[in-house]
């Protein structure tokens, strides 16, 4: 069973140029969620969806960043304008409910890089 | 103060010996607990979960929470150099309305 993958593993880019990820979950996973995890830190919750719908998204800084997942299976995230301080790695993460006995399954991550 | 708090290490063992790692939490909602391990370049991978307090013992791992102190383990007999990575602990207070709250992780290196 192929894992989550996402695209492109790596993002170098200019700061105030913008920048998108894009998700594939597990086939079946309804769940999806996307985090940020900053050198040194674990990764934190930027927004959850379940199929199509964004369930939390208290912690996407909205004036920059937008997702969405359309027919509720790809999931893209976007930044614009990017700043330097948004240089992270990106992960998405996929189970197949939302619930606390789901396991979360995370891809490799698109590690963004701003100049 | 953080939710989850964690060592980042490094830790540095040598092969063969048993490894503790440990992270305190703050609140006490949080009823569901798990270990997850990160490999460079990769993405976190579920090791153990574990609901409210116990033990909870997979081959050479064994997770234990202690809810009144509010403190969690993960134990590793027998350490090996494959077992070099970060590991994160992680909790959500459950009700399937959260994502994961996270520690910082701890970057372990098992000497060969």
């Known amino acids: 069973e192929a894992g989550v993958v996402q695209s492109p593993r790596y993002k170098i880019i200019e700061k105030k140029q913008p920048v998108a990820f894009w998700c594939n979950p597990i086939?079946?996973?309804?769940?999806l969620y996307w985090y940020r995890q900053n050198l040194g830190q674990g990764p934190e919750l930027l927004i959850r969806y379940e199929n199509e719908e964004a369930v939390d998204d208290s912690q996407l800084p909205k004036d920059r960043f937008s997702a969405e997942r359309l027919k509720g299976v790809d999931s893209t995230l976007k930044i614009q304008p990017a700043e330097l301080g948004d240089s992270a790695v990106y992960l998405c993460?996929?189970?197949?409910?939302?619930?606390?006995?789901?396991?979360?399954?995370f891809g490799p991550g698109t590690r963004l890089t701003v100049l | 103060q953080k939710e989850v708090e964690q060592d980042p290490g490094p830790l540095s063992v040598p092969e063969g010996a048993i490894v503790s790692l440990n992270c305190t939490y703050s609140?006490?909602?949080?009823?569901?607990f798990m270990w997850y391990r990160q490999y460079s370049r990769k993405g976190p991978e579920l090791l153990m979960y574990?609901?409210?307090?116990g033990n909870k013992e997979d081959g050479r791992f064994t997770a234990q929470v202690d809810k009144s102190s509010k403190y969690i383990s993960l134990f590793i007999r027998d350490s090996q150099p494959s077992d070099s990575a970060t590991y994160l602990c992680?909790?959500?207070?459950?009700?399937?309305?959260?994502?994961?709250?996270f520690g910082k992780g701890t970057h372990l290196i098992i000497q060969p």
């Open positions: 609140n006490s909602a949080f009823q569901y």
């Open positions: 574990t609901y409210s307090s």
């Open positions: 992680a909790t959500y207070s459950g009700g399937g309305a959260d994502g994961l709250t």
């Open positions: 086939s079946g996973h309804n769940t």
């Open positions: 993460a996929s189970s197949s409910g939302g619930t606390s006995t789901d396991t979360q399954y």
